[in-house]
């Protein structure tokens, strides 16, 4: 044994270990492995006459207990840890919220949920007409900087922008009186995916169509740049009518940059943020976390429905070992786990199924499907009999090429990170979908790994604030720091691309453009060098930079730049290509702002035929017919325009449910249409159910709500119903000074309330109106003409002019 | 709670150097600091139900050093951070014990083994338990400092024999052994300790 190095965390009055006691520590090393008559002779031998020595070793050994486990006897402290922090949460909790309480405008009717860092609240809202229920989920205490509250607004828009029918939306959010954020949520009664398999003994098949449904939803989260990184069965509910939902979409993420600061750590700092059971080797060593650790986890779900086990059961196992098995045993054949289960449900997993869960559970995320969508086709596959894409085994775990952080990297460097694995994930996919570009991915993937390495580790932790970062600002950093890229202009326009893409998604049009217009001319030049046509990433950037044109103002820059787009992907992808399609899609809509109405209603009209023999049942298919119903609106084919908005409303409500944003547009979209066709009757119960459902939304101070009103009442009026019409008149009024006091419709609004009044001969209730009106806006010509009127009504009452 | 702010990292590192030249007083004014950490990521860590309590405190503790420690200090040696990480524990969770102590007033220490103290469910009962262990532990710190470092990273930052063999850089079976006799003696003294006070 050698001397331990001069100890400075040792105390001043520290001892050095005495000879006698080293002597006791050798004696004692050997004996104690040694039984009865061997461990007398060797106390013999090795003591001799030095009696003290052979008695304290013959003590401490009464006080050894031989083979005993020593994993578990030394974590009495931690265990006491554990209970202090608990208590003291405990009292930290002593403003907590009940069952009862009310939240802003919902109130909580029971816990239904409660994790580590929130508790979800079944709730509805307190001024409830319809009695729709919400999930709240309300974050624990502690989270209530500024900065984050800040940033929470910031990705809760982002998040909000998540529309899937499988995803349960996020419907809105706010703060405790406590100061600490909630999030409302669609809520979904409905039970875990794997009891709902189990419960029900699914065939295979079934198992198969409700998790591909599942697959939908997380590649369309990933497409939008959003990992979900805790999926499993807890978080996904299926519904009585057989359909999941997907819970918590990127708000662990989102709630918990501490997580990324977390993942940074050599040790196993990431551990109690994520579920084990479903966790992956990369997320159990605190590694990156990409597309692929979703992959991972829903083989984990898939596993899980199939065989009626997990691979790695949890249960009795302390993390360090569940740790070790998860990142290097083998799952078990799913076919043997799934016979061992239940007997004659093996052999239908035998082969193709085998392989493909075996892909999906790759140790290293390389080793993996590329993206959801990979995993999701070879599914498709074998339900339709078609040969996958796995034929033999993959290859043994290699080592990870994967950034190995610095543990005591910045949340900023680790967002950072986490984006621009996204953007290369993205661009991988991507690529991957072309023919014979592997060689070049990997040469690529291997630079921007290097590059994000780069980054990560470079990040200047000084540079911003560590603990607040938000968006905006990784997004500039990132940026900013596509400088040094300068060398791999492809990867930087890459780069440049995705981030012009989130500018996008931010509404920051400007960054967007800047970032976009320099990443066209670098992929335009890169295309003349190859091929001298445009290239796919030529109509990317084109397409992408059309958008936030149009979004800026510029619809003809935005028609020029999404034509381009869109004849070139017709040229390289077919005109059948869903990327073809799209860009079809945006460009229909900028040529309707153009007033080219002919050409526009060509590419809406084909944009629909698509849509109607591909996605017959989606959100794109409500989009198309919203499209070509503006379209025919704008030609002045007023009937089919109303039976488009007819068919897209009511896809919108089988699959968005009546409380979604998009929905209710297109019912005020419809109601107004079906007003100018002189149908009032229902233009108003439309207004009216596109108002109720807007106050759930929004709450009652949001424009959409008093506009929501105003329109209400303008029907009424025209239904002659002038009693609730003026109740609808001076809600919207009393709401809408409130939000937006300078809004020149007040004074419209003010001049159209007075006007029915002044029909319905009550001039003294319009009066106040018009005095209003006119101190806004004294010239307003019918405003004047109504107190002409009034006061020649007032008159006339009063018995004529006086002489 | 007025934990949301951790102190500034520039404060935390200096101290650290502090200790690390020899400074005791440094370790007081470290010690409520890492409580206030503690405390302040207890508030949206703990209590989940479905993982064990028990791995999350390790990470816990770890991530509030880490999180005091941030990026500053210059630790090229793994082994000081995790050992000082323990220390840190130590004396954090001896300040709980002394409050609960002072709160329930009386009770000397009671005949207790390590042992027992894994099985106590309830630290509010027993916290004379702690302090008795943690003045055991500095005496076997005087005796032989290396096994005191060692039962420190096992019981304080919840390393695995493996990962306090991998730091010391020495065999799994060293360990083990470091910590049968380390053990062997604290029970020993605990015990003797125990009946002293009857």
Known sequence: ????????????????????????????????????????????????????????????????????????????????????????????????????????????????????????????????????????????????????????????????????????????????????????????????????????????????????????????????????????????????????????????????????????????????????????????????????????????????????????????????????????????????????????????????????????????????????????????????????????????????????????????????????????????????????????????????????????????????????????????????RNEELRDEPALRAAVMNQVGRLYNRLALYDEAEAQLAQALEIRRSLSRQKSGAPDLDVADTAKELGNSHYYLGRPESAEALLTEAWRTRRRLLGEDDPLTVSCENDLSVVLENLGRLDEAEAHSRSVLEYRRANDPDSLLMTEALTNLGAVRWSQGKLEEAEDLYRQALEMGRRLQGPLHRDVTTQANNLAALLSIRGNHTEAEALFAEALAANRQLFGDQHPYVSRGFHRHARELRTLGRRQEAAADYREALRLHQEIAPEDPRITAWLVEFAEMLVEGDDCPAAAPLLEQALARSPEDATARALVTTCFADATSRSGGFPP | MDSSHPSPPGEVTRLLARWQEGDQQALEELTPMVYRQLHHLAHYHMRDERSGHLLQTTALVHEAFLRLVGIEAPWQHRQHFYAMAARLMRRVLVDFARRRNAAKRGGGALNVSLTDLDLTPDPADQPEQLLALDEALTRLGRRDPRKLRILELRCFAGMTIQETADLFNVSHTTIENDLRLARAWLSRELHREGRGER
């Not at chain 1, 974590?75 to 006491?80: A, K």
């Not at chain 1, 045993?329 to 869960?357: T, V, Y």
């Open chain 1, 1 to 480: 044994m050698t001397e331990p190095k001069k100890d400075p965390i040792d105390d001043p009055a520290r001892g050095t270990a005495t000879e006698a006691w080293e002597r006791v520590d050798a004696v004692f090393r050997e004996a104690v492995h040694l039984d009865g008559e061997a461990r007398r002779e060797f106390l013999d031998s090795r003591c001799g006459d030095d009696g003290t020595l052979r008695r304290e070793v013959e003590s401490l050994l009464l006080w050894a207990r031989e083979g005993e486990d020593f994993t578990a006897w030394a974590l009495g402290p931690q265990r006491w840890m554990a209970a202090e922090l608990s208590a003291e949460f405990d009292r930290v909790q002593g403003t907590r919220l009940e069952s009862g309480d009310n939240l802003g405008s919902y109130q909580l009717l029971r816990e239904v949920g409660r994790g580590g860092m929130s508790r979800v609240f079944l709730a509805e809202r307190a001024d409830d007409q319809y009695h729709m229920q919400v999930a709240v989920k309300v974050i624990r205490p502690g989270l209530d900087s500024p900065e984050l509250l800040g940033r929470l607004r910031q990705e809760r828009q982002i998040l909000a922008g998540l529309n899937h029918p499988h995803i349960a939306h996020l419907l809105d959010g706010g703060t405790t009186p406590a100061g600490t954020p909630f999030f409302v949520l669609e809520y979904v009664p409905g039970e875990p995916i794997d009891t709902y398999c189990d419960d029900r003994r699914l065939p295979i098949d079934a198992c198969l169509e409700l998790f591909l449904k599942v697959c939908g939803a997380v590649q369309y989260a990933h497409r939008n740049l959003i990992i979900h990184r805790d999926l499993k069965p807890s978080n996904l509910l299926v519904t009585a009518d057989g359909e999941p939902k997907l819970l918590d979409f990127g708000i662990a993420k989102v709630l918990n940059p501490e997580a990324f600061s977390m993942t940074v750590s050599e040790t196993q700092l990431g551990a109690r943020l994520l579920t084990p059971e479903y966790a992956s080797p990369e997320q159990f060593q605190g590694q990156e976390l990409t597309t692929g650790t979703d992959v991972y986890s829903l083989g984990m779900i898939l596993y899980r429905l199939l065989t009626g086990r997990l691979p790695f059961p949890s249960e009795g196992q302390t993390l360090a070992t569940l740790e070790r098995v998860v990142c290097e045993a083998p799952p078990p054949l799913p076919s043997q786990a799934a016979e061992a289960n239940e007997a004659g449900r093996g052999r239908a997993l035998r082969g193709d199924l085998d392989r493909i869960l075996l892909k999906a559970l790759e140790k290293d995320p390389e080793a993996r499907y590329g993206s959801v969508e990979r995993f999701a086709d070879d599914l498709h596959r074998y339900r339709e009999g078609l040969p996958v894409s796995v034929r033999r085994p993959s290859l043994p775990y290699r080592a990870r090429r994967f950034v190995r952080r610095h543990r005591t990297a910045f949340t900023a460097a680790a967002v950072v990170g986490l984006l621009l694995v996204a953007v290369v994930a993205y661009y991988t996919v991507r690529l991957r979908s072309e023919r014979d570009a592997a060689q070049q991915l990997a040469e690529r993937l291997t630079r921007t790994m290097n590059f994000v390495e780069e980054m990560v580790t470079q990040a200047d932790p000084s540079a911003t604030n560590a603990q607040e970062v938000s968006v905006r600002e990784v997004v500039d950093q990132m940026a900013e």
